[in-house]
């Protein structure tokens, strides 16, 4: 195994040693040990797909990324809260398939989560061979709704690929919105 293999199963482990402790509560020798024992079992049963970083994190990518996921957060709760309290009326739900522009597994999953964090929509499935998400929507009143969410779910990716993305998925996503790739149908 490589060094960076190591490195990610380390990362993994280490991940799941700590959500061992937090489940349990309280420090003690014996849930640490416990723990390792359990994260070794389920990383040697379940292993994880490689996922490669190949880019760098931006601070001021970063920054953007959690503004704007912030703000998302707060302007969907109220929307989805208005929508609840609509009483006699059936709000209208899609299902809509973005494939993304950006062909890696780390900006596939980053943006499935975070438009998924967001209230009122749901990731139901991807595509990992074309990376596209296929995701849930409620409250869209029409095509031009559909359009916008879709458009929204672009520049989350964007923003996304700005943060943490390396150099080469920046120019790819640049140059395909530059030359009019940056929607799918």
Known sequence: MTRAGWRDRLVAAAGLVAVWMLLWGVFSWAHLIGGIVVAAVVLRVFPLPPVTFAGRPRVR????????FTGDLVV?????A??????????????????????SDLV???????????PGSLIVDTDQASTTLYIHV?????????????????ET?????????????????DSRASAGKGEHP
Do not use: C, K
């Not at 990518?61 to 704007?68: D, E, I, K, T, Y």
């Not at 969907?76 to 989805?80: E, F, K």
């Not at 596939?108 to 967001?118: D, F, I, Q, R, Y």
């Not at 990716?157 to 996503?173: C, F, P, Q, T």
């Open 138 to 154: 409620i409250g869209v009143s029409g095509r031009d709704a559909v359009e916008r969410f879709r458009r929204s779910v672009y």
């Open 157 to 173: 990716e964007a923003r996304i690929v700005r943060a943490v993305g390396s150099d080469a998925e920046i120019r790819m996503l």
């Open 76 to 80: 969907a709760s109220v929307q989805l």
């Open 108 to 118: 596939l999953t980053l943006t499935g989560e975070a438009v998924s964090l967001v």
């Open 82 to 103: 208005a929508l609840a309290f609509r009483f006699g009326h059936q709000p209208r739900s899609a299902i809509i398939r973005v494939p993304l522009r950006v062909p």
């Open 61 to 68: 990518g970063l920054l953007r990324f959690a503004a704007r």
